[in-house]
């Protein structure tokens, strides 16, 4: 890898009259997120000009889109998402779920950090300012990266935790949202398994049953991907992708952002999930879904 060459490759792909956007995608899929930062940085200090500038300058659409986002270090692209899911026309509160839902703490409060550097307000802040009731309990308990980590599994605490999630919803009339929220936003991953075994047990449904039937709306979806993520996250981005290309219409922040956050970290686990679930690939997906230079781009970051 050297950081000059894929800088001047990238140079003459946008030099002159007409953009050789094979080249640009070429160029930037075959390289990590921290290769690009490097040619990010050699591209201003050989040509003097800045890269994202000049891509922009170039390229338009969902494609620029994409674009911009492989050129964007992971954590600072969490964070932009955060903030246009947060400020932008309207709440995208499957945006803010998402990305709080499947985050390790470690990550989140990267987030967190770089948030309040980019934006001098906290995400906590943002958060609350424009979102309301439970749902915003719930991702303010999230956006506190403080889950347990470990994989220690108390199997009396198990036992109690199904119990008090069976009383909170199913056994009583209304139901306890604080009850779901602290348990389903606090324990581990190992631990959290072991209350869906027990709380089926008890319950005689699958604890997505019971949140489906006692919760609506963005509480409903929010505690839904913390059990989906605490089970199988590919799966839970496989349904992710699917729902943004599915039906009329593509949900194209949502797949850009999946596609880009994913392609190194469990894009091939994703792919499987993908086809195990809904019987077609994801390749065959977005070749159907999306055309031109944002589907070539998209595909390549299939590939993981």
């Given at each position: ?90 709440t995208d509160e499957g945006c ?16 967190n950090e770089n948030y309040k ?188």
């Amino acid at each position: 890898f050297s950081a000059e060459q894929e800088a001047q490759a990238l140079r003459k792909a946008m030099k002159g009259f007409g953009t050789d956007e094979d080249a640009i995608i070429e160029t930037l899929t075959k390289l990590n997120v921290s290769q690009r930062q490097q040619v990010l940085i050699t591209y201003k200090s050989t040509i003097g000009r800045d890269l994202i500038d000049d891509l922009k300058s170039e390229l338009s659409g969902n494609f620029e889109k994409v674009i911009i986002a492989l050129m964007t270090p992971t954590t600072m692209y969490d964070v932009h998402e955060l903030r246009r899911a947060l400020k932008g026309a309207g709440t995208d509160e499957g945006c803010l779920i998402e990305i709080l839902a499947s985050r390790t703490n470690a990550e989140i409060r990267h987030i967190n950090e770089n948030y309040k550097l980019q934006y001098g307000s906290t995400l906590e802040d943002d958060i609350v300012s424009d979102t309301s009731s439970m749902f915003r309990r719930v991702l303010v308990s999230l956006a506190t990266g403080n889950r347990d980590e470990g994989t220690f599994v108390d199997e009396a605490l198990a036992q109690q935790d199904a119990q008090c999630l069976y009383e909170a919803g199913e056994k009583k009339w209304g139901t306890d949202e604080v009850q779901f929220m602290s348990i389903l936003c606090t324990r581990n991953r190992c631990h959290l398994l072991r209350v869906f075994d027990v709380y089926r047990v008890i319950a005689n449904k699958d604890i997505t049953e019971s949140i489906k039937s006692e919760m609506s709306g963005d509480l409903e979806d929010a505690l839904l991907a913390v059990v989906k993520c605490m089970r199988n996250k590919p799966a839970y981005f496989a349904e992710r992708l699917y729902k943004s290309m599915k039906g009329l219409g593509t949900d194209d922040s949502t797949l850009i952002r999946v596609m880009v956050s994913r392609s190194e970290v469990d894009m091939l686990y994703i792919r499987r999930e993908f086809l195990a679930t809904y019987g077609k690939s994801l390749h065959s997906f977005i070749k159907g879904d999306c055309s031109g230079d944002y589907r070539k781009v998209l595909l390549r970051l299939c590939g993981g």
